[in-house]
């Protein structure tokens, strides 16, 4: 299986003023806004960090999901939540070839944790020997920084904040989540309770 982000998350999305405020940069100066760069790559990292732990895409951007199998015969559990349309199903044979699934023979089936594809008669299409099939969707919370929860939008700039606040040394831990971050996002992350299935 594999999760390709086809689209980034765009500059004009990320909250670097707020960021900038958190931070308490000085402003008034004729340097305003020259280490916005600097500061557009902690919350990048932040927002990649708190997306990984979650499994929520914040910002909506596109993604192509590819397997060599169905996890069930009638739904496939999607890796990123949560997904608001479901672009295209195909199916790859071992030479490339894709043939795109009618659309009216699959569905969406919305979750805050995980959301699938389901099958609309008794079974999804077949993945060819030797083959694949890639779904196409849409997923995120919205396409501009207060379309996201507000715990999790806090959770990327406290976590920014922090890699900006220890940028100039390796901490022990470092990989760790930092406390306040991990309470923020505790009750978005996925809990797996049993094997199987669409878990």
């Known amino acids: 299986m594999m999760l390709t982000e086809l689209t980034a998350v765009p500059t004009v999305a990320l909250p670097v003023f707020q960021f900038r405020d958190h931070l308490k940069l000085g402003t008034g100066f004729a340097d305003d806004g020259a ?12 927002l990649a960090a708190v997306e990984a732990w ?3 895409a914040l910002i909506t951007r596109d993604f192509m999901f590819e397997l060599t199998e169905w996890r069930q015969a009638d739904a496939q559990a999607l890796p990123v939540a949560p997904v608001t349309q479901i672009l295209s199903v195909a199916a790859v044979d071992s030479e490339g070839a894709e043939t795109v699934v009618p659309a009216d023979r699959y569905r969406l089936v919305k ?13 999804l299409p077949t993945i060819p020997t030797n083959g ?24 990327v700039i406290m976590l920014a904040a922090y890699y900006h606040e220890y940028r100039h ?6 990989a760790q989540i930092p406390y306040g971050v991990s309470c923020l996002i ?5 809990m797996r309770l049993r094997g199987g299935g669409l878990d």
């Open 169 to 174: 040394e390796a901490r022990i831990g470092a």
């Open 111 to 123: 979750d805050t944790h995980r959301p699938f594809v389901r099958a609309s008669s008794a079974c």
């Open 54 to 56: 979650t499994g929520k």
């Open 35 to 46: 280490e916005d760069g600097l500061l557009e790559t902690y919350l990048r990292a932040a």
């Open 132 to 155: 694949s099939a890639r779904v196409h969707f849409y997923a995120g919370f919205g396409s501009v920084w207060t379309d996201v929860p507000a715990d999790l939008a806090h959770a």
């Open 186 to 190: 505790a009750g978005w992350r996925v």
